[in-house]
C-alpha cells in the first residue's frame, strides 16, 4: 500500500512523492524539500500551512476543532481548504492525493527568508 502525494504549485509545477500512514502533508513536503510555510512548526497554532485538497481527502484524517478554528483566520478559505500540518494520510490508504500550494504561501516562505 502507497500513496502518492502531487504537491501542486500555482504555477503549473508538480512534485509528485510518497507518503505513509500517520505522516502529514507539512512534514512530507518539507522532508522533499518542497516549499511550504510553517510558521508555527506544525502545532496549528496559526494557519500558515494552508493547502487545498483537490483530490484524495478520503485519504486524510478528518479536521478536528481546533484546525477548524485556525483555519476560520486563513486567507482563500474554501471547501478544500486544510492545514497541511494536521492533515495526516490514515492507516491503510491507498491512491493518490493531490495538493495544491497557494501562490501566496510560497510568496511567504521566499518573503521570510
Ligand atoms: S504550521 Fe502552523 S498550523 Fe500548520
Known amino acids: 500500500m502507497?500513496?502518492?502525494?502531487?504537491?501542486?504549485?500555482?504555477?503549473g509545477t508538480e512534485r509528485v512523492v510518497q507518503g505513509r500512514p500517520g505522516q502529514n502533508l507539512l512534514e512530507i513536503a518539507l522532508y522533499h524539500d518542497i516549499e511550504l510555510?510553517?510558521?508555527c512548526g506544525g502545532v496549528c497554532?496559526?494557519?500558515?500551512?494552508?493547502?487545498?485538497?483537490?483530490e484524495g481527502a478520503d485519504l486524510l484524517t478528518e479536521a478536528r476543532d481546533d484546525e477548524e478554528?485556525?483555519?476560520d483566520d486563513a486567507r482563500d478559505l474554501s471547501l478544500e481548504s486544510r492545514l497541511a500540518?494536521?492533515?495526516?494520510?490514515l492507516p491503510g490508504a491507498n491512491g493518490k492525493i493531490r495538493?495544491?500550494?497557494p501562490a501566496w504561501?510560497?510568496?511567504a516562505v521566499r518573503?521570510?527568508?
Open 85 to 89: 500540518c494536521q492533515a495526516k494520510i
Open 99 to 101: 495538493v495544491a500550494i
Open 111 to 113: 518573503e521570510g527568508h
Open 69 to 71: 478554528d485556525q483555519l
Open 2 to 11: 502507497s500513496t502518492q502525494i502531487h504537491f501542486e504549485h500555482s504555477d
Open 45 to 54: 497554532a496559526c494557519s500558515t500551512c494552508h493547502v487545498k485538497i483537490m
Open 37 to 39: 510555510d510553517h510558521a
Open 105 to 107: 504561501n510560497v510568496n
